[in-house]
């Protein structure tokens, strides 16, 4: 069973974090992974650092945002993210626009539908994630977080791009 310990901090618009005494490899790890226990303030308004099409069993439109300290480094190319760093991912399922079909006989235009896979975030913070290479990661299912295990799952994915500083996305200005 996992320990849950409420933590109170302050990091730009984060507030209120919870930790999860487990490592990426189902060891315990006092006081590792804390991951928020509300999504920040204003998340839907941060910069859009890239959006993206999933195909495969999650098959979905997202967008990938991110806090000041985020935009910051990712314009500037940074080969590792600074601890504050904040990345969201929102997805959505997607449909032909019935009038793109008529238009080109096919459908060729897609537009987003339903909000699905709740919503994602990573937190940098090189000490306190320092098991999942400096990232904690939480998913939120209906505003609340989700009860998946995000740090191992998601850890196990992005460690393909450990060169990249765990990080996936790249920024398209």
């Given at each position: ?5 409420v ?7 984060v ?19 804390p ?15 890239a ?8 098959n979905?439109?997202?967008?990938i945002l991110?806090?000041?300290i985020a935009?910051?480094?990712f ?7 600074p601890d504050?760093t904040?990345i ?12 793109s079909?008529?238009a080109?006989?096919?459908p060729q235009?897609?537009v987003?539908?339903s ?11 090189a ?5 999942t ?7 939120f299912?209906?505003?609340k977080?989700s009860?998946?295990a ?16 765990f990080?996936f ?5």
């Amino acid at each position: 069973m996992k320990k849950i310990i409420v933590v109170s901090l302050t990091v730009g618009l984060v507030t209120g974090l919870i930790g999860y005494n487990a490592s990426a490899s189902g060891e315990t790890d006092k006081g590792r992974t804390p991951v928020l226990t509300e999504m920040p303030g204003g998340y839907r308004d941060w910069p859009v650092i890239a959006v993206a099409h999933e195909e495969g069993k999650l098959n979905d439109l997202r967008a990938i945002l991110g806090n000041d300290i985020a935009i910051k480094a990712f314009r500037e190319g940074a080969a590792t993210y600074p601890d504050g760093t904040i990345i969201a991912r929102l997805a959505w399922d997607y449909h032909p626009l019935e009038e793109s079909k008529e238009a080109f006989g096919a459908p060729q235009s897609f537009v987003s539908g339903s909000p699905k896979n709740g919503v994602q975030f990573m937190i940098k913070d090189a000490k306190k994630y320092a098991s999942t290479g400096g990232w904690g990661y939480v998913e939120f299912d209906d505003g609340k977080p989700s009860s998946t295990a995000m740090p191992e799952a998601c850890f196990s994915c992005h460690s393909i791009v450990k060169d990249r500083d765990f990080v996936f996305s790249r920024y398209a200005p």
